[in-house]
Structures are given as C-alpha cells and as structure tokens.
C-alpha cells in the first residue's frame, strides 16, 4: 500500500532527480561546439557520426520526461493523463530554452529539429510510461 508519507518521497526524490538532469541538460548546452566534439570523438560511439548529436538529445530528454513524469505521479496519487500532455509541454519549454541557451554558446547554434527532436523523445517516453503503468494497458486490475 502507497501511504502519503512514500508518495511524499517519492514526488521529493523525483523532483529532485529531474532538476538535477535539468542541471545536466544545461552542463552539456554550456560546453563550447570544441569540448562537445572530444566527448564525442570516442571510438565506442564515433560510428554513429553526425546522429550521435540526436541520440544524446533523445536519451536526455526521453529520461527528463520519465523523471518528471514521476514526479507528478509521486505528488498525485499515480498515473494521471493530463500530466503525460503537460510533461510534454513541459519539455517543448525546457528544450526551447536550453537550444535559446546554446545559442550564446561558441560553436554552438539554435535550431528547430533539435527542439522537435527533444520534444518527440520526451513524448514518446511519456507515452510509453503511460501505457506501461496504467491498469487498462497491464490487465491488472485497478
């Protein structure tokens, strides 16, 4: 059984950890277009070439959005379908930020498929969320 008090912590470890990966986000948008091409000059992962500026960019924001996603979930009492559209707008501000952001970054530059990018990721973990923990979708029952 959730008690008020588990939900609590859940919602606070939650936001926690998503204004923590907010913090992330920023760090990696703050690194010059020089610092971001020697991360990514590894030979583990310098075969996926130029998409590997979109991997990064679906695996940040797909985790924000389960995070907080969570978060909304850890103060409510679970899973809620507004809060999958919210998370989203949520994350369509952030990304529009963080790429405004970039924009006064050396080497780096402002463009609009990162932002659909960051925004379809972030959705399509919410969604994925969603249907993974509602009852309907499970066939536990409620």
Wanted: glycine share 10%; charged share 15%; net charge negative.
């Amino acid at each position: 059984m959730v008690t008020r008090s588990s939900r609590r912590w859940l919602g606070s470890g939650s936001t926690i950890a998503a204004a923590t990966w907010m913090g992330l986000i920023f760090y990696f948008s703050s690194l010059s277009g020089d610092e971001t091409s020697r991360i990514f000059e590894s030979g583990v992962i310098s075969w996926l070439g130029n998409g590997i500026s979109y991997v990064g960019h679906v695996l940040l924001y797909a985790v924000l959005a389960a995070l907080v996603l969570c978060a909304l979930w850890g103060w409510e009492r679970g899973p809620n379908p507004g809060w999958v559209f919210t998370v989203v707008m949520f994350s369509l501000l952030y990304a529009i930020s963080d790429e405004y952001h970039q924009s006064f970054i050396d080497r780096r530059a402002a463009t609009g498929v990162d932002v659909l990018v960051d925004t379809a990721a972030a959705a399509t973990a919410a969604v994925a969320m969603w249907f993974v923990t509602t009852p309907e979708s499970t066939g536990k029952p409620a």
